[in-house]
């Protein structure tokens, strides 16, 4: 059983989101039905983790005799489809699944008043499928076919609610984005077809030689995954689509838009990571998307009013950092000793702050959820003296803001620390805009919760009470880890994360197809 | 074991941070409660004295999120003069930004294959 863990990682959300529709007349069932659902998924991709630390990299065939079976008899090259899956591939997927089950909980509560829930608990499976078959594939044509499920299934989370024009509007926006990315990944997936005669990630990397036309392939899919994962200027479906889509869906939604920024990074270091000419152009393109994203995204932040488009801002911003961090890593790559004296920490800094963001994101995006669902508006204008009325959610948020701002001892200092030290030693000025955004978004959460949570009272708020349990729980849980992640950073780095970047730097590792090949 | 954060050039260590930060709350707390004993909660010596004028009610004068920055954001009125103009919110706009920095990443790796 266990050697079919990765196939079983995607059926069981895949089987949850075909039987999901049949609740159509029971919807709280449909609800229990995806908290359920993803709260396995949550166990296995556990395991999964525990079987990537125990035995390296896994392999699974779809299709053969054996699942670990990568070439058919008389075959040299493979052409199954094909799991692979690394640290990086394993933390994703707990990423993955934990908000997934997070965004499933507090959705239980969030939009029982909304109808065709038995849609939307369908749709947050199958993204939630879409992202683990784009983190656990090691086909490049697969990757394209997950996005697309992805992609589809998020717009058609983000207009969920249309009876809005704006949510509409934002899915229609969403959708088109994520179609013209995905098909610029299958262009460019298809000049690699017919180089190589191949899909498979681990054979192209070995074979590729990186002319002209591999080039531009790579191009085409460094700039569609950049869009997908929301940097700057690509970046203008992002504060749309976060800001329309329910509270509950955020979670798996940033989740979708990481596993773009995971496919950016594992075609960065395993695909192209053996051109040594111009890899340092390569991270130092990412590095300065990194800066250029977490700057101008901050800024655009500071002036909103709307508060869950202030914090879609911030998820830009945010995803700055985590290019910077591994863009540093990507530039010194092939410089053994900048690589172990500050481009490993960068990395690890980058990839830490995934997670981090993730965490403390969601908790910010749903306590503007919880906000939207006691007042009725998203304006901060209208808002003022919460804090009594919602003392739970006001304390969630207090964390969250702590965590993003960078403040200690919060998660999102660590992984902050390890970007600034790191990339300073490759350029001051990448650190030094670093702690500048850093800054400014603790401005702008002062803001956010000077106008909601603090000041007098407001009379139009005197019958407001706090939100129901199933949504203080997701937010508390995710609080606790922002405080855990802070408390033992060295743990989750241990776990999860110098895995996770062992297995982009160690390519000649994913290239032997986990040592079967 | 206390736990660190090694960062190549240092280290960080959260729990030996909390403890001071609760060493520094306590003497904090210490100082406090060491006040002016003769503060009293509620009665006319907490109002705010506004050379005789009536008190406005609170609720009017809240500040509001966009008075919050005013000030920096007026200071980088051209900054976000620009910055805003970008933001069209209109699809064919992304599209076009996709297309210009696509075009300037090819040229930036087609130029060094």
């Known amino acids: ?517 | 074991m206390i736990p660190r954060l090694v960062t190549g050039a240092g280290y960080w260590s959260p729990l030996l941070w909390l403890a001071f930060l609760i060493l520094f709350t306590l003497i904090g707390y210490l100082i406090y409660s060491r006040g002016n004993p003769r503060y009293r909660k509620d009665t006319e010596q907490v109002k705010p004295y506004l050379s005789g004028n009536v008190e406005p009610s609170k609720e009017k004068i809240q500040v509001k999120a966009g008075d919050i920055y005013w000030g920096l954001v007026e200071a980088l009125k051209d900054y976000y003069n620009v910055l805003q103009a970008i933001h069209t919110g209109d699809l064919r706009d992304y599209i076009l930004w996709y297309l210009g920095v696509g075009t300037i990443i090819l040229f930036l790796l087609v130029g060094g294959a």
Request: aromatic fraction near 12%.
């Open chain 1, 1 to 517: 059983m266990i050697e079919h863990l990765p196939a079983v990682m995607i059926a069981i959300p895949l089987f949850g989101a075909f039987v999901a529709p049949l609740f159509k007349k029971k919807q709280n069932i449909a609800a229990v039905w995806a908290i359920l659902i993803t709260a396995v998924t949550v166990g296995l991709s556990l395991l999964l983790m525990y079987q990537v630390r125990l035995n390296g990299v896994i392999v699974y065939v779809f299709g053969a005799d054996r699942p670990t079976l990568v070439l058919p008899s008389g075959y040299k090259v493979p052409i199954r489809i094909m799991f692979e899956i690394d640290g990086i591939g394993a933390f994703m997927a707990i990423s993955a699944t934990l908000m997934s089950f997070i965004g499933a909980l507090y959705s239980y509560s969030h939009v029982k008043a909304e109808s065709g829930l038995e849609k939307y608990y369908a749709l947050l499976l199958l993204l939630e499928v879409g992202i683990l078959g784009m983190v656990l594939t090691g086909d490049l044509f697969n990757l394209f076919v997950f996005l697309e499920i992805a992609g589809i299934a998020g717009s058609a989370l983000v207009g969920f609610r249309n009876y809005r024009g704006e949510a509409s509007e934002a899915g229609i926006k969403y959708l088109i984005v994520s179609a013209v990315a995905s098909l610029m990944v299958l262009f460019a997936v298809g000049i690699l077809y017919g180089e190589y005669g191949n899909l498979n990630l681990a054979y192209i990397s070995k074979h590729i030689s990186f002319n002209t036309l591999d080039m531009i392939a790579f191009g085409l899919l460094f700039t569609s995954f950049a869009m997908k994962c929301g940097s700057v200027p690509m970046h203008y479906w992002v504060p749309d689509a976060y800001t329309e889509v329910p509270a509950g869906i955020n979670p798996i939604l940033l989740v979708s838009t990481y596993a773009s920024l995971y496919a950016l990074f594992r075609v960065s270091f395993t695909l192209f990571a053996n051109i040594s000419i111009s890899l340092a152009r390569v991270g130092w393109i990412m590095s300065v998307l990194g800066v250029l994203t977490m700057f101008i995204g901050v800024t655009m932040a500071l002036v909103q009013k709307d508060v869950k488009r202030l914090m879609s801002y911030h998820a830009i911003s945010q995803t700055g950092y985590m290019l910077l961090g591994v863009g540093v890593g990507l530039t010194v790559l092939h410089d053994p000793k900048a690589l172990a004296e500050f481009g490993k920490t960068a990395m690890a800094g980058g990839i830490f702050h995934i997670i981090n963001h993730i965490i403390y994101k969601s908790l910010l995006l749903m306590a503007a959820g919880a906000l939207f669902y006691v007042t009725g508006t998203r304006n901060l204008n209208e808002m003022g003296g919460l804090a009594r009325k919602m003392p739970i959610t006001t304390l969630c948020f207090i964390v969250g803001a702590a965590a993003i701002s960078g403040l200690p001892p919060f998660n999102g200092f660590a992984s902050k620390f390890l970007i600034y030290e790191s990339s300073y030693r490759l350029n001051p000025l990448l650190a030094v805009f670093a702690m500048v955004t850093s800054i400014l978004t603790l401005a702008s959460f002062v803001k956010v919760f000077a106008s909601a949570f603090l000041g007098p009272p407001l009379e139009k708020f005197e019958e407001a009470k706090e939100v129901p349990k199933p949504m203080i729980v997701a937010m508390v849980i995710l609080a606790l880890l922002c405080i855990l992640f802070g408390l033992f950073p060295d743990v989750v780095l241990d776990k999860l994360v110098y895995p996770a970047v062992d297995a982009l730097i160690k390519v000649a590792q994913y290239q032997t197809w986990g040592g079967l090949a």
